[in-house]
T-cell receptor, first 112, second 113 residues
Framework: GESVGLHLPTLSVQEGDNSIINCAYSNSASDYFIWYKQESGKGPQFIID?????DKRQGQRVTVLLNKTVKHLSLQIAATQPGDSAVYFCAENSNNFNKFYFGSGTKLNVKP | DTEVTQTPKHLVMGMTNKKSLKCEQH?????MYWYKQKAKKPPELMFV???????INESVPSRFSPECPNSSLLNLHLHALQPEDSALYLCASSQDPGPYEQYFGPGTRLTVT
């Protein structure tokens, strides 16, 4: 069953500010990572990915940084908008086929 | 078309019922997945189908039975579920069974009474 009182970590930002969402991954052999956005009542939506031979990748208003030394991934969202409010998950691909493990998630709350 | 569709959107079933969840994609993807997601938790992998064959079963109880009738369809047959099985069931697909982007459907919200 569910844990009573379990809350997702929440990041609250003002509209127009930049947001940084962090993720610590567990498997040093993971070589592919994805950031997903999940809005209430919807399935996860792909935002950006990065492979382990890179340490930075940019998309439209988003940047992913990968630090393999400390097994850390971050998602930067520029000029955050109310439509960015959602739960954000990082996912790592283990060295076993196409098996993704998801991080615990961060709720982004954008204040107008 | 980058869409994965799932039906039904909501399902309420008793513990003695048998029901099925359906997932469809027309992107020509060769890998399809079932995930279970509880409230405020990340998705948890249940099954992986690769080229229409079951390749990964994450020790899922036998009351959940997956089926891949063809390359576009994925079913999840449910029988004798427990209330703790209530969750959002997500289907996803990717172009190949490797480290590729997975496209998710909107999910089926299942309630077991």
């Amino acid at each position: 069953g569910e844990s009573v009182g379990l809350h997702l970590p929440t990041l609250s930002v003002q509209e127009g500010d930049n947001s940084i969402i962090n993720c610590a991954y567990s498997n040093s052999a993971s070589d592919y990572f994805i950031w997903y956005k999940q809005e209430s009542g919807k399935g996860p939506q792909f935002i950006i990915d990065i492979r382990s031979n890179m340490d930075k990748r940019q998309g439209q208003r988003v940047t992913v940084l990968l630090n393999k030394t400390v097994k850390h991934l971050s998602l930067q969202i520029a000029a955050t908008q109310p439509g960015d409010s959602a739960v954000y998950f990082c996912a790592e691909n283990s060295n076993n086929f196409n098996k993704f493990y998801f991080g615990s998630g961060t709720k982004l709350n954008v204040k107008p | 078309d980058t869409e994965v569709t799932q039906t039904p959107k909501h399902l309420v079933m008793g513990m003695t019922n048998k029901k099925s969840l359906k997932c469809e994609q027309h992107m020509g993807h060769r890998a399809m997945y079932w995930y279970k997601q509880k409230a405020k938790k990340p998705p948890e992998l249940m099954f992986v189908y690769s080229y229409e064959k079951l390749s990964i079963n994450e020790s899922v109880p036998s009351r959940f039975s997956p089926e891949c009738p063809n390359s576009s369809l994925l079913n999840l047959h449910l029988h004798a579920l427990q209330p703790e099985d209530s969750a959002l069931y997500l289907c996803a697909s990717s172009q190949d069974p490797g480290p590729y982007e997975q496209y998710f459907g909107p999910g089926t919200r299942l309630t077991v009474t």
